[in-house]
């Protein structure tokens, strides 16, 4: 029997009833569906775009910071970026940040971070498909969703088709490992992905 809040996508839990690690169960609506409140067009930013970063995938990368997360991972390092308030953050026209993008020299690729991306995945999914075909960069993103529990009928699931890898899983303070690449927590993976199948696990 799934939890309550896993059958009521308007609910945003403060536990972290998901955070068990688990690779299967039932599909994580709550935490993408529905999408973060944004106008079409605009996308909500937690932080400045970052350039250069080496932490987070392989390469010289961008990094967007994106606003919202229902996951509410105990020892999250930004939980400032969890409130889903439209005062808090920076709410920008995607176009923009394709503008900020195209100014980049020197970037092998784009990570999204957060905040939750797949809550704000329709905005991302515009902004990967310009980052692959008129950049030629690859794109990662991290979720705190599990792979296999991603619901397939949302455009979060139309954003890992796109994707060349995920980093997914919440962060578990109990799992915590500083020594793993670009990652918090010993059940999270690196899937290298091919039109949203896994090719291979890190
Ligand atoms: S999924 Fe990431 S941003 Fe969200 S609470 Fe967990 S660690 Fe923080």
Not at 18 to 47: F, K
């Amino acid at each position: 029997m799934p939890a309550k809040e896993d059958l009521d996508p308007n609910t945003v839990s403060r536990t972290h009833k998901a955070a068990d690690g688990a690779h299967s169960g039932e599909p994580q609506y709550r935490l993408c569906d529905p999408q973060l409140d944004v106008p079409d067009g605009y996308i909500r930013l937690s932080g400045d775009l970052e350039r250069d970063s080496i932490v987070n995938g392989p390469g010289l990368r961008a990094v967007l910071w994106v606003q919202g997360c229902r996951q509410h991972c105990p020892g999250c390092q930004n939980p400032e970026t969890w409130t889903e308030d439209p005062t808090i953050g920076v709410t920008v026209p995607i176009e923009k940040v394709k503008d900020e993008l195209r100014k980049l020299k020197g970037q092998t690729g784009i990570t999204f971070c957060g905040g939750e991306p797949m809550l704000q995945a329709k905005a991302l999914l515009d902004i990967a498909r310009f980052c692959k075909k008129e950049l030629g960069w690859n794109v990662w993103s991290f979720t705190g969703l599990v792979y296999e529990r991603i619901p397939r009928d949302t455009v979060a699931w139309e954003l890992v088709k796109e994707l060349d890898a995920l980093i997914d899983g919440p962060f578990i303070l109990s799992q915590r490992d500083l020594t793993m690449k670009f990652r918090g927590s010993r059940n999270q993976r690196i899937l290298h992905l091919n039109n949203g199948e896994i090719e291979s696990i890190e």
